[in-house]
């Protein structure tokens, strides 16, 4: 069964920077979730600054904004999903992820499955 | 819901339609002790006594059923449906043709053939049950199951659902909702009564957390040794929020709903059963019995909330007090205390008291030490001062009450607002006493809990 961490920062001070893992815990990480034989897919995302929202109004009207910027204290940072057995050993894995640390939080979500 | 002829004989299956009916029996007063294993209940019943047979087995029978085959079949939709459907196949059968010689085997096996007929006529249903089955197959090799001996210790299934029903991805309520009905068997329009909420709403909160399990697809599972430390907590809590609320609910015309505590003490019992290497699940049966034996000197004639130095200490059950006594001997020895321990410990000193001035309150408040240090919360330091107080005069407890006056938790929680104006009392200091109780009135849930201050206040 294939689950998304939603990784989610934690608060982000005024320099811009939450006291964060290393680079080395998110490369441990990630190497633990490919021998595990468990990696889909997952990106990190580019800093908030970057974003950009569309939407179509009903009269397909396209409408580009700048944002959305951090209006809540928790941000997407990156996502990762990976095929495990059951939510438990999602939950496992949420645990170890580095984002979950320092004020983070990861959501697990299960990626829905319309074959079955 | 033993003893709760509320519910006795309105929850009959002879009639359909509703989704609920047939899935609640009679509850049959049964004992808690009932009911151990599938085949050793009712066995030499004879046929002039189907009746009250079926009303004692199925109480205890459905969880067992239920756990089996979740565990057989991996879907607790499917096993709940073919439940049902055995026990309204028993109470068609049992009457006419007597209750077979292994009551539980037949419920069993009859479940059984029903979901395998039900995945036969239902291919898509049983792809994707096959499916599950393998990934749970998996699941064992990628993480390794829990040592053997442990499992073998495992009377029975329920275990699994217990753990499965109080996961910690349920909402705390849906946890407590889905242990009373899958695990003490009460039917969805119970489970509504317990929780003061109509049937419809429960019946959907229960459909949301089932939906839950099944999606995100929550295991049943017993977790490992290394896990169980994190999670048996959760379990007992659920159990133990069921006795609280029984023993002194937070809102309603009464102060006590017996039938609920009735309902924790046998959750208490079978967890007891399931994991007896575990101190705490004998702390927390401890703890339950310890404080239910009080039940009938809790409560004066017109339902008044009656304090502990005031209740007649004859009418205590004598039985359960000593069944908490041993279990609490049992909780504390062999390593470092629980919580639920620590507690029992402190209700067993009340429960052997004569009276209150001959209860041991310097051990009692040497026990809430260790409590604080297990739980530190505002709750547990309100009843070390009321202790104190009992050992070391009204003033020493109210210097510590007062020093807990700028605690969130206890701004909305009336024993604190009473055991400061009790104390006030026992200064002098009426006025100040009287302004507390006001506070406490403003707060109380219930209605003899009111009625109880305004008697303080002289109403």
Known sequence: MKYMLLIHSGAVDEQGGAPQCTVEDWMAYDKAVRDAGIHVSGESLADLVTATTVRVSPTGERTVTDGPFAETRELLGGFLVIDVPDLDAALDWAARCPGSRDGGAVV????ADFGA | MAGGDASAGENRPAVGGDASAGEGLPAAGADASAGEGLPAVGGDASAGDAG???????????????????????????????????????????PAEGVPARPGAWLLTTARRKAVDRLRRDQAYAARLAVLRADAERAETVAPAPDAARIAELPDDRLQLFFTCTHPALAAEDRTALTLRCLAGLTTPEVARAFLVPTATMAQRIVRAKRKIREARIPFRVPGPDELPERLPGVLQVVYSVFTEGYAASSGPRLQRLDLAEEAVRLARILRRLLPAERETAGLLALLLLVHARRDARTGPDGEPVLLEEQDRERWDRTMIEEG???????????????????AAIAALHDEAADVESTDWAQIVALYDVLLTLTPSPVVAVNRAVAVAMRDGPG???ALLDALAEEPRLRAYPPYAVARGDLLTRLGRAGEAAVAYREALELAGTEPERAALRRKLGE
Request: net charge negative.
């Open chain 1, 108 to 111: 697990v979500r299960p990626v």
């Open chain 2, 396 to 398: 020493a407890g109210l």
């Open chain 2, 325 to 343: 006594r041993d279990l609490v001997v049992q909780a504390l020895t062999g390593g470092p205390a629980g919580p639920y321990g620590v507690q």
């Open chain 2, 52 to 94: 009250v047979a079926v009303e004692a087995v199925f109480r205890e029978e459905r969880g067992l059923l239920l756990a089996s085959l979740v565990r057989r079949f991996g879907d607790l939709d499917l096993a709940e449906e073919v439940t049902s459907e055995a026990i309204e196949a028993a109470l068609r059968h049992w």
